[in-house]
């Protein structure tokens, strides 16, 4: 992508403008805060002590920075962190890199029949949604397979995550965003309840996606006069049991049709529910249970699911800050020999996942990556599970700023940029350059991040002056919420320089 050619402005005399331009980014380098973002942290009630930010050109590598501001202090980056796993599968895996989810079996179909059982050994796949999951039904239809005799057996083996209560890190067990990794992470293990208003007969009609074996969920809930509002409360369901879902309120009229996702209440249950669901919706049919189990090593396959690229994923889990597919790439990494990482240097192709995929593994290989690619200069991050969701990982914005701009000169760069928001128009950055008078509104490319206290933002922003800036910011802080304009204020005085 190129930068935009907007011309420089002229001043005169032109002697004095440039001095006074120099002046300029010398004061910004040596730590004085733009005015906007002054003002914004001030209307705040923010100390600048809590801010921390770098802005420096992409290229060439020895250009001067407009900015540093506690650049070298670890912070907590939130979601910001997702630009660390996210590049370095870029770099380790390849844009084009697949997971695959493969179906065995240890009795060949006879008749349209499998006389034996039928094992899907899961690959990690970030996005196994339903549609995905649906094809892959009807392919084994078409090799003979409308009938399991024995059991449908589903492999999670290819990684092992530690137990995971939902609701642990912020309450919010319901939160799609909270589901835990899974090698077979079948429709982030969440249920898509949508209401529909039928004003005639006194009731929205509830539907739910997708077909979960043994869940039975109220059709219908009565309508209210009420205001939209709180809607989700006004249903006041009831998630407390693993076979129902009740809604002992109204849902208001006014509303219109709405949908919830909803993570499943009994997580550890959810593949097996929908898998068993989505193939009798399918049209086939199953004798046995669905359960959990292992491949056997003698078992053939019958059927390979191939996964979108890495780049299709890297853009849901950047401009939409998808932690659990996060995590799903976090967890490919560590399935790498880290003597092959070690080797990154050297030309390769991408790497073949070759074990079993764990955190503490996943934090090893990054480290290495980090160590070959960065060399132990800036400070490495600190990395828990690669996704943001966490009280404990540390980066400074000097290692995000060294990352976006080695990621810049990277072959496949273009392709991490295009992975994130932009400000003004799409992801999580829409909200962000809204202003009809907005210099960076559609030129800046940008993470954003948030956890209770943090604030962040990092990404590239196309200047006026031409010149394509790494642009990274935070703030840490019992009120980080108020200093969120701040960030904007960097981000729109990074796109509007002009000398």
């Known amino acids: 992508m190129s930068a935009p050619t907007s011309p420089m402005r002229r001043i005169r005399p032109w002697l004095a ?24 942290l001030q209307r705040a009630g923010l100390p600048a002590s809590a801010f921390s930010a770098l802005v420096v050109p992409v290229a060439p590598p020895d250009a001067p ?15 910001v962190m997702k630009l660390v796993t996210t590049y370095a ?84 067990g319901l ?38 074996a043994g869940l039975a969920i109220d ?62 919706a399918s049209g086939g049919a199953l004798t046995g249970t669905v359960r959990t ?45 880290p003597a092959r990482v070690d080797a990154a240097t050297a030309p390769r192709g991408p790497l073949t996942p070759v074990r079993t995929g764990r955190f503490e593994r996943s934090r090893e290989v990054v480290a290495r990556w980090w160590k070959t690619t960065f060399g132990i200069r800036p400070t490495p991050p600190v990395l828990d599970n690669g996704a943001g969701l966490s009280r404990d990982e540390r980066i400074t914005p000097d290692a995000l700023a060294h990352l976006l701009r080695h990621a810049a000169r990277h072959p496949n760069g273009e392709r991490f940029v295009q992975s994130l928001s932009v400000a003004g128009v799409n ?23 948030t956890l209770r206290d943090v604030v962040g933002v990092a990404g590239y922003v196309n200047a006026q002056n031409g010149q394509r800036y790494a642009v990274v910011g935070f703030i840490n802080h019992p009120n980080a919420g108020a200093g969120r304009p701040a960030l904007d204020a960097l981000v729109e005085w990074t796109a509007s320089l002009r000398d």
């Open 427 to 449: 992801g999580t950055a829409a909200r962000m350059a809204r202003g009809a008078d907005s210099a960076a509104r559609g030129n800046a490319w940008l993470k954003t991040g």
């Open 293 to 337: 189990g292992l491949t056997p090593p003698a078992a053939v396959l019958l059927h390979e699911a191939q996964s979108l690229p890495l780049s299709d994923i890297i853009t849901d889990v950047n401009q939409w800050s998808n932690n659990v597919m996060a995590q799903q790439v976090f967890l490919t990494l560590g399935r790498l020999s």
């Open 89 to 172: 599968a870029i770099d380790l895996l390849g844009p084009d890199f697949t997971w695959r989810t493969r179906f065995y079996t240890d009795a060949p179909p006879s008749a349209g029949a499998l006389r034996g059982n039928l094992y899907i050994r899961g690959g990690g796949d970030p996005k196994l949604v339903l549609e995905r999951i649906q094809d892959a039904f009807l392919a084994l239809h078409d090799k003979g397979v409308q009938v399991v005799l024995g059991d449908i057996v589903l492999d999670h083996s290819a990684f092992e995550v530690p137990s995971h209560d939902p609701g642990e890190f912020d309450g919010e």
């Open 17 to 40: 403008g440039g001095l006074l331009a120099v002046a300029a980014c010398s004061a910004m380098a040596q730590g004085s805060l733009p005015p906007g973002v002054a003002g914004a």
């Open 219 to 280: 059709a219908t809930v009565p309508l209210s006069k009420a205001g939209c509002g709180d809607w989700r409360g006004a249903l006041r369901a009831r998630f407390d049991d693993a076979n129902t879902v009740r809604f002992e309120g109204r849902y208001p009229q006014s509303c219109g049709e709405k949908v919830w996702p909803v993570a499943y209440q009994d997580p550890a249950s959810y593949a097996a529910r929908a898998i068993e669901g989505l193939w009798r």
């Open 65 to 79: 920075e407009r900015l540093r501001h506690r650049a070298d202090e670890p912070v907590n980056p939130a979601s």
């Open 175 to 212: 939160r799609p965003y909270n589901a835990s990794p899974d090698a077979l992470l079948v429709n982030f293990k969440s249920v898509i309840l949508s209401f529909q208003p039928d004003p005639a007969a006194g009731v929205a009609v509830v539907r739910s996606e997708p077909p979960m």
